[in-house]
């Protein structure tokens, strides 16, 4: 009798290990399918370089660089973009502008060039932003007699003046140091361009505004070349083909004025020079004008990214 009940203990005994037995591992495989999800969402925080890496892949990836025949149809004309330069639409210049170098919004900027090879993000890298300003014909009858030290000097007041909104605005201090190149008037082509030099509160660099202003029937295309002084060489080097781009349409030509129907400017060569079409559209003087934002460059591989992303997208795209 004792044996049978012993027997039966021996059983139970085993029966209830045989179902911890069970139950643990069954807890332990709950427990270990619950932690593993846990374990693979959880992911090592980046570090500012490396967010910033990814946001610069991101944002290059997002733009598209394009060649050929590129229509400016709010300005009535053509550019002609050669393979060794590339050209960003509305959309994409102000990202650049805004985004990458830091500049105040502007909804006047049409499109910007940029050198095939080198993205927004290269220290080396340079660009021409595109505008149009629609205030009719302007006479080029006063080109000749401009004193253009004493419109620096009217400039570099502007400039001065200009500073308190600017630094109201969250942008820095800047000062006109003199003409980089002196103002010049091509009758023949209609095409005028000059060079300024800026130096930037809490900039080491000083900054080269060089300018071309294409003048048409019915307004001006505004050219503004955004580099570093020391790309002057550079610049001055690359400014021929990019004035070679630029044309009006036929119809919308300097040649094709119409005095009868046509609006006329109220200002002449002098005055966009001087930066009034500038401060027309929105700018502050002549003071407000994009810069390069230097300490925004990486040299983590983004340019190889770009100039494989560029070759791919410029054999296909055209601006609509």
């Given amino acids: 009798m004792q044996q049978r009940i012993l027997k039966k203990t021996l059983l139970l005994i085993m029966v209830s290990v045989a179902h911890f037995a069970t139950f643990a591992s069954q807890q332990d495989y709950a427990n270990e399918s619950i932690e593993e999800p846990q374990s693979q969402l959880t992911e090592p925080a980046l570090s ?23 229509e400016i149809a709010d300005a009535g004309a053509t550019l ?3 393979e060794q330069y590339y050209f960003l639409g509305q959309k994409d210049a102000r990202i650049v502008l805004e985004d990458i170098w830091g ?14 090879g080198l993205t927004p993000f290269d220290e080396e890298s340079w660009a021409v932003t595109i505008e149009f300003s629609n205030d009719g014909y302007v006479s080029d009858e006063d080109a000749a007699d401009i004193d253009y030290q004493e419109l620096l ?26 003409w980089a190149s002196k103002p010049f008037y091509d009758q023949a082509s209609n095409k005028l361009h000059w060079a300024k ?15 071309i202003r294409v003048l048409g029937r019915k307004g001006v295309l505004v050219l503004n070349f955004i580099a570093g002084m020391e790309q002057k060489t550079t610049i001055d080097s690359e400014l021929e083909n990019v004035l070679a781009m630029a044309e009006f349409d036929q119809g919308s030509r300097y040649a094709d004025f119409n005095p009868e129907i046509d609006e006329v400017a109220a200002y ?3 005055a966009l020079v001087a930066g009034k079409v500038l401060a027309k559209s929105g700018f502050i003087a002549a003071a407000i004008m994009f810069l390069k ?15 494989k992303l560029w070759s791919r997208k410029t054999k296909s795209e055209d601006l609509s």
Avoid at 197 to 211: A, H, I
Avoid at 293 to 307: D, H, M, R, W
């Fill in 197 to 211: 030099e800026f130096s930037v509160e809490g900039y080491e660099q000083n900054t080269l505004n060089y300018n």
């Fill in 80 to 82: 002609e973009v050669p």
């Fill in 48 to 70: 500012e370089e490396e967010q910033f890496q990814q946001w610069a892949e991101q944002t290059l990836e997002s733009l598209t660089p394009i060649t050929g025949t590129v």
């Fill in 103 to 116: 500049n105040p919004p502007s909804e006047s900027v049409l499109g910007m060039l940029l050198p095939a």
């Fill in 153 to 178: 000097t009217q400039l570099q007041q502007d400039t001065q003046d200009a500073n308190e909104q600017r630094v109201a605005a969250g942008y820095p201090a800047m000062t006109l140091l003199g």
């Fill in 293 to 307: 934002k230097f300490g925004v460059f990486i040299v983590l591989g983004i340019g190889a990214l770009f100039k």
């Fill in 268 to 270: 002449g060569v002098g």
